[in-house]
Nanobody, 127 residues
Framework: VQVAESGGGLVHAGDSLTLSCVVS????????VGWYRQAPGKQRELVAG???????IYSDSVKGRFTASRDNAKNTVYLQMNSLKPEDTAVYYC??????????????????????WGQGTQVTVSS
């Protein structure tokens, strides 16, 4: 299974970006996916967690600005980021599961992660 993020770049504060996460190398459909980010010198943090169902959770820092969505036909997950701030600058990672276990949104509060990670995509927001 391969996970590949794309869509990062250098933008100004207030701009928007949409990140994509494509899961390939499997005949299985994306089950649950977490978007994470890591800024220099900081710990990795969850940005958005898509459950196996329809519920998605967001960190308080991005709630109301970021929206995660999925296209199962394309095995792709998106992260629409609006009103970007300099503090959103980080490498953004996609963490995916393609198994059969049902993951409720509460899974993301356990600190556990799925098996498959992408290489990350850099998002830099200038002030």
């Amino acid at each position: 299974v391969q996970v590949a993020e794309s869509g990062g770049g250098l933008v100004h504060a207030g701009d928007s970006l949409t990140l994509s996460c494509v899961v390939s190398g499997t005949t299985r459909t994306i089950n649950a996916v977490g978007w994470y980010r890591q800024a220099p010198g900081k710990q990795r943090e969850l940005v958005a967690g898509l459950s196996s169902g329809t519920i998605t959770i967001y960190s308080d820092s991005v709630k109301g600005r970021f929206t995660a969505s999925r296209d199962n036909a394309k095995n792709t997950v998106y992260l629409q980021m609006n009103s970007l701030k300099p503090e959103d600058t980080a490498v953004y990672y996609c963490n995916a599961d393609v198994g059969d276990t049902y993951y409720a949104s509460s899974y993301y509060y356990t600190g556990r992660v799925f098996d498959y990670w992408g290489q990350g995509t850099q998002v830099t927001v200038s002030s």
